[in-house]
C-alpha cells in the first residue's frame, strides 16, 4: 500500500506520535496511518525504522525514523527523549514491538523467555515511563499491541502467549493509576494477519494451507490486514475514543467468538 489512506480524515493534525517497532507490518502500517492522517511521526525500529521513515516520506508523509533496541533501558529512555526535542512533546505512544518464540514450556530456555518478554513486555513499560511524565501534564493517549494470544492459552508459544497477556494487564493498570491525569491507555489484540510475524508457526505449510486453516477456523473466513489493525489503533489513539481507556480491543474476523 502506497500514498495516503483514500478518505482518512486529519484526527492527529499537529500531534506528535511515536510508534515503536514501526519497521515493518502492523508498526509500519500505523505510521502510514498516523502520518496521513496528520502525525508527525517518528518510527523507532532495531534494523529498518530509517529505510521505512524514507519511504513513507517519499510519499509525502511528515515521518523520521531512528534505530532503537528495545531491550536496552538507556537506549527507549535517550531515543524518546530526543524525540521530544526534535519534534515537541509525545501525544501518541504506539508500541509494536514483538517477538515469536516457539517451543513447549519444558523445552522453553530460560534466555528466549527473558528475550520474549524484554522486548514484548518490559519495552512497553519503559516507552510509557518516558512519555507518561508530560502526558500527565497534558494528556495523551498509549496504545500497545497485544495479541489474542494474550487472552487465552495455546500450545506451542508460552512466552508469547504470557508476555502478551501481561501488555493486556500492564495497559489496564496504567489506564486506571493515569485516567484521572487525562491519559489513556488501551491494547489492541490482532488475530491472524499476513505480516511475516507469524512464519515461524505457519513455515511448514504452503499458502493454500495457511488460507484453508484461516477460512476453516475464523468466522470471517480471511486474515486481517496489517492496515485494518492500523486503523483500530488509529482509532484508540484518536478522540474519537475518548472515553475508552483500558481496553483489549479485538480484531480478529471473530476468531475469539468461537473459543
Not at 98 to 110: I, K
Amino acid at each position: 500500500m502506497s500514498g495516503p489512506a483514500v478518505g482518512v480524515c486529519r484526527r492527529f493534525e499537529g500531534r506528535v506520535a511515536v510508534v515503536v517497532g514501526g519497521g515493518h507490518g502492523i508498526g509500519l502500517a500505523t505510521a502510514r496511518r498516523l502520518a496521513a492522517e496528520g502525525a508527525r511521526v517518528t518510527v523507532l525500529d532495531l534494523r529498518e525504522a530509517e529505510q521505512a521513515a524514507a519511504g513513507l516520506a517519499a510519499d509525502g508523509l511528515a515521518v523520521t525514523g531512528r534505530e532503537l533496541d528495545v531491550t536496552r533501558p538507556d537506549a527507549v529512555r535517550d531515543r524518546l527523549a530526543e524525540v521530544r526535542d526534535a519534534a515537541g512533546e509525545i501525544d501518541v505512544l504506539v508500541n509494536s514491538a514483538g517477538r515469536l518464540a516457539l517451543a513447549d514450556p519444558v523445552a522453553l530456555e530460560l534466555d528466549d523467555w527473558r528475550h520474549t518478554f524484554a522486548v514484548n513486555l518490559d519495552a512497553v513499560l519503559l516507552a510509557a515511563q518516558a512519555v507518561l511524565p508530560a502526558m500527565i501534564d497534558r494528556g495523551g493517549s498509549i496504545v500497545s499491541v497485544a495479541s489474542i494470544g494474550g487472552l487465552r492459552g495455546g500450545p506451542g508459544t508460552p512466552a508469547y502467549n504470557a508476555s502478551k497477556a501481561a501488555v493486556v494487564n500492564l495497559t489496564r493498570s496504567m489506564a486506571a493509576e493515569y485516567g484521572r491525569h487525562g491519559v489513556r491507555v488501551n491494547s489492541v489484540c490482532p488475530g491472524w494477519v499476513p505480516t511475516g510475524f507469524n512464519d515461524p508457526l505457519t513455515g511448514t505449510m504452503t499458502d493454500a494451507q495457511v488460507e484453508q486453516l484461516v477460512r476453516s477456523r475464523v468466522p470471517l473466513g480471511r486474515q486481517g490486514t496489517a492496515e485494518e489493525i492500523a486503523a483500530t489503533i488509529a482509532f484508540l489513539a484518536s478522540d474519537d475514543a475518548a472515553y475508552v481507556t483500558g481496553h483489549a480491543l479485538v480484531v480478529d474476523g471473530g476468531l475469539t467468538a468461537t473459543f
